[in-house]
Nanobody, 116 residues
Framework: QVRLVESGGGLVQAGGSLRLSCAAS????????MGWYRQAPGKQREAVAS???????NYADSVKGRFTISRDNTKNTLYLQMNSLKPEDTAVYYC??????????WGQGTQVTVSS
């Protein structure tokens, strides 16, 4: 069973930065592509960024150049560095296996609120 715990969200002004963390328990982390997802109020959950076990990354066009995904396989931890935040980045952020079709049980997520 995989347990995912996201942290690091908060309230930040537009242009600011946040670093999200995701602690994963269970044995799959090192072998799985992982991703960050977000869900804004009234919208469907969307993929933000993903990273393979070997470090290859992919980003949604809306965050490319501003967000950086990384992972520490020795700590079973996934990170998302978010810079130049915009109000439209406001959402609850989740981590899980990538792609979303292979996702396991979702954690509680971490709220990111960007004020204008």
């Amino acid at each position: 069973q995989v347990r995912l715990v996201e942290s690091g969200g908060g309230l930040v002004q537009a242009g600011g930065s946040l670093r999200l963390s995701c602690a994963a328990s269970g044995s799959i982390f090192g072998d799985a592509a992982m991703g960050w997802y977000r869900q804004a109020p009234g919208k469907q959950r969307e993929a933000v960024a993903s990273i393979t076990p070997f470090g290859s990354t992919n980003y949604a066009d809306s965050v490319k150049g501003r967000f950086t995904i990384s992972r520490d396989n020795t700590k079973n931890t996934l990170y998302l560095q978010m810079n130049s935040l915009k109000p439209e980045d406001t959402a609850v952020y989740y981590c899980n296996i990538s792609p979303q079709s292979l996702s396991r049980s979702w954690g509680q997520g971490t709220q990111v609120t960007v004020s204008s």
